[in-house]
C-alpha cells in the first residue's frame, strides 16, 4: 500500500471508471493535477486523489425513479454522504413532501424541527431549517414539509428555485453539491422537485415495471430540459443473472439509453443500516453496496461513467495453501 | 531432561539479565551467588587435582598423618596464596563451617532456588508491565479521546495529509491482470464492457421524444376551477380537491416567500409580525386595561361602599340583591370617581367569579 503512493496521482483503471471524452471537466481543484489516462494498469491507482470536480458548482441533481421503492432515498442518503465524505459540500433536499423518510435513513429524525413550508411561511430563517450532520458537517439535510402539512404546489417549484438560489449566495459559500429526493410518480410532487435540476440521476431495478417507469420519467425529464441523466441499477443479483432469471445491466442499459453511474448489488446490510439510521458508506469494513455506492458518488463527482460492468461471478482461485485455511 | 534445565538455565540468565538493566545492582547481587557456586565446584576440583599430585609424590603411607598435615598447611597457603582475589574471597566463604555445612545439605536444589528467583522475577515483570498498560489508558487523554470516538485517530494533526478511501483503490477492490475481472469483498467478477455508443444514445432520445409529449404544468388548478382564458391547457395540472399533500391555496403571497426564502438574518417574518401583533395588542389591552381600571375602580370603589351602604341603607332594593347580572349591568362607566387603586381590578374579578 505504501508504494501506492509513489506511483502518479492520476492514474486510473480503465475497466472500472473511465469518462466519456467529450464530458470536460471544467472546474478542477488547485492542488490536483488534470488526470491522465495513459497510466491504465491496476498497480497505478491512487491513494491519496481527491476526485476532481466537474461542471458548475452547485450542481444540482434530482434523483428519481418513477416507481416507488427502488432506492432512490437509499441512493440519496449514501451518495450525499460519500460526497461530503469526499470533502464536498453537500445540501440534500428531501423532496418527498407527504412521505419523506430521508431524515430516518440518515438518522436525523429528531433533528428536524423546521421545513422549507416553515420558512415560506415566514416561521424560520432558511439557515434554521437546514439541519447539519454530525458525522459529517459538510453535509445538511432539508425536508420540504412535515408529515401532515401540506405544501402549497401553486410555487412549489419557484420555492425551490428560490431555495437553491439562496443556499448559491449564503455567507459560508455556495454548495458543491445539492442533491434533490424525488418523489416517486409523476404527480406535483415531481413536478415540483425536478425543476431546479440541472441534471439527474434515474435509479431503477433490473425488472420491466420499473423499467417501463423509468423510460417514461425520462422522457419527461429530456421534455423539461434534463439532458444530463445517468441511471444507477439498484438491487442486482448475479447470480439471478447468472441463471438468467434476471436481466443484465447491460440489457437494461440497452433498452433504456442511459449512460451508467453505478450499479449496486442487492444487498442485505441495506436493510440493516436503514434501520440503524446509519448510511451503509460509513460501515467499516465497507460492504459490497457500500463500495459500490462510493464508486458512483465518485464517477458524479467526475461526471464519468461505468465503461465495464460485472456481470457474473466466477469462483474464486484457490491456492495451494488453502488447504490450510491460506 | 537436560535440555530442559539448560533451557531454564538460558532463561533464567536472559531475565536476570532484563532485571539487571532495570535494577543493576540488585542483579549483581542475585548473579554473585551463582557464580560463587560455580567457581567454588571448580576450584574444589583443581585442589583434589593438586592435592592428589601433591599426595602421589609422597613415597609411602607411613607418613600419612604428616603428609596431610602438610596437604592441609599446602592447601590453606594455596588458598591464601591465590592470585585471585575473588577466589580467594570464595576460599574464605566455603572455608566457613556454615557455607560448608549449607552446600553439603541443600547441594543438589540449585535449581529449585534459581526457578523460584525466575517465577518472583516473572511477577514483577508482569506486575511492572500491567502498570504500565494501566498508565496508557487514563481518562480524559487525548488516546482515550480516540479511543472514545470523540477524535479521529487519522484527523489529528494537520501535517497528516487526508488520506481519501479511493473506492476504486480500496484494499477491497483487486483489478485483476488484464482488467478483465474485478474482485470486490473476497469475490471475483468477470468485467463485460459497456456497449452503448452516443449514436444508440441519440436514438433512444428520439425514440422518447416522439413517445412522450409533456409540456412543464405551470398553473395548478384544483378540480372544478375554471380554465383562466390566456393559460394554455396542455401546462395546467389538476390536483384533486382531497390531495393529501399538495395545496392549490396558500395563505402567503408568492413576494413574500420569496422574501423569506432569501432571508439571512435578523428574525423571522411571521415571527417578527406576531411579535409585532402581540405587541399591538399587548398595548391595547394595556389602554383596555387602563380604562377598565377607570370603569372597575369606580366600581370598586362602589363595592366598598356597598357594605357601608348595606349597613347603612338596608333599604335599598337594587345594592341588596345578591344577583350577579344586576351587578353587570348596573356598571355605566363612571370616570369621575377615583382611578387610583391597582387592586381595584382584581378584587372586583375576584367578587365577579361566584
Redesign the interface.
Known sequence: MVSLQFHPANAKPMSLCPSFQTLNPTKTLKSYPKPRRSVAIASALQWNRKPQLAGETPRVVVITSGKGGVGKTTTTANVGLSLARLGFSVVAIDADVGLRNLDLLLGLENRVNYTVVEVLNGDCRLDQALVRDKRWSNFELLCISKPRSKLPIGFGGKALVWLVDALKSREEGSPDFILIDCPAGIDAGFITAITPANEAVLVTTPDITSLRDADRVTGLLECDGIRDIKMIVNRVRTDMIKGEDMMSVLDVQEMLGLALLGVIPEDSEVIRSTNRGYPLVLNKPPTLAGLAFEQAAWRLVEQDSMQAVMVEEEPKKRGFFSFFGG | MASIWSLQFHSLSFLLSIWGNKHWLSSNVVRLPTKLLLNHSQLKNNRKVQLRAIAGSSGSEVEQPTQNAVVNSVERGLVLNSEHPFSRFQGTISSFPPVVLMMKKYGGSNLVIGFCIATAILIIAVRAYVVGKSRDNIHGSVADLVRRGHLRSDRRGISS?????????????????G??????????????????T?D??A???KR??R???????TI?LKEGDSIPPDVDPDTI?W?PAN??????????D?D???N???????V??????EHEALQRKLEALQNDEKLNNLMIDGRNAKDFQRPFKLYSKSNDPVEESPNNSKVVYSKPPRPKLDPNSSQGNLSSEEMQKP
Request: hydrophobic letters at 30%.
Open positions: 495529509p487526508l488520506k481519501y478511501d479511493d473506492p476504486f483503490n480500496n484494499p477491497l477492490v483487486k483489478v485483476g491482470k482488467n478483465s475481472t474485478v474482485e470486490m469483498c473476497g469475490k471475483v467478477y468477470r468485467l463485460a464492457p459497456v456497449t452503448l452516443r444508440q444514445q436514438i433512444h432520445q422518447r421524444s413517445a412522450y409529449q409533456w409540456k412543464r404544468p395548478f395540472r390536483i390531495h393529501p399533500f399538495a395545496t392549490t391555496t396558500s395563505e402567503i408568492e413574500l416567500a420569496q423569506n426564502v432569501y432571508q439571512k438574518h435578523g423571522p417574518f411571521r415571527i417578527q409580525a
